[in-house]
T-cell receptor
């Protein structure tokens, strides 16, 4: 199993540009999560999906952030327009449908730098 | 909503010392509890987890944790640390729901440095 796959691993962009982060969850997992990690705020849950449906997006910082999961094997997190304060490591994670086992498997992360 | 508090932000120990990292959570319902480790420059990996049953759980690399429900605590322990245990450690919880996995709420993390 390849694990959760995120791309790109690193992204440097200029303020105002659109950024799209991609995630492929582990096959068979039905829950997908997007987290953001910064020095100041630690790890924060941005949004999560169950069976491709967004369940809780209360962690999305503002309207510039949007996430989609068009099918069970792909999700995107988009920031438009990007700002320097969006610089962080963004992690995608997935969980299997075996309640109560809700262990989350994390991807390698995307390190985003907005200059 | 859940919250997680990790008492120590930075811990420095010598090799072979014993380790205990504190974690307390707040939530009125049933939770699942986790400890994750993040080695420098890497992603989060699961150390151990508690869902139900024996409150003393054993994880990988000699780590264990004890769930004390009355104290809302889930402290991580290791009897003898190694230099390779240098990493960031995160306590996390999620609420049990009927509809699938709930998102994790993480503590701020503890940066552990093991001196040779």
């Amino acid at each position: 199993d390849a694990g959760v796959i995120q791309s790109p691993r690193h992204e440097v962009t200029e303020m105002g540009q659109e950024v799209t982060l991609r995630c492929k969850p582990i096959s068979g997992h039905n829950s997908l999560f997007w987290y953001r990690q910064t020095m100041m705020r630690g790890l924060e849950l941005l949004i999560y999906f169950n069976n491709n449906v967004p369940i809780d997006d209360s962690g999305m910082p503002e309207d510039r952030f949007s996430a989609k999961m068009p099918n069970a094997s792909f999700s995107t997190l988009k920031i438009q327009p990007s700002e320097p304060r969006d610089s962080a490591v963004y992690f995608c994670a997935s969980s299997p449908p075996t309640l109560p086992n809700t262990e989350a498997f994390f991807g390698q992360g995307t390190r985003l730098t907005v200059v | 909503a859940q919250s997680v508090s990790q008492h120590n932000h930075h811990v420095i120990l010598s090799e072979a010392a014993s380790l205990e990292l504190g974690c307390n959570y707040s939530y009125g319902g049933t939770v699942n509890l986790f400890w994750y480790v993040q080695y420098p420059g890497q992603h989060l990996q699961l150390l151990l987890k508690y869902f139900s049953g024996d409150p003393l759980v054993k994880g990988i690399k000699g780590f264990e944790a004890e769930f004390i429900k009355s104290k809302f605590s889930f402290n991580l322990r290791k009897p003898s640390v190694q230099w390779s245990d240098t990493a960031e450690y995160f306590c996390a919880v999620n609420a049990r729901t009927g509809g699938g996995a709930d998102g994790l709420t993480f503590g701020k993390g503890t940066h552990l440095i093991i001196q040779p």
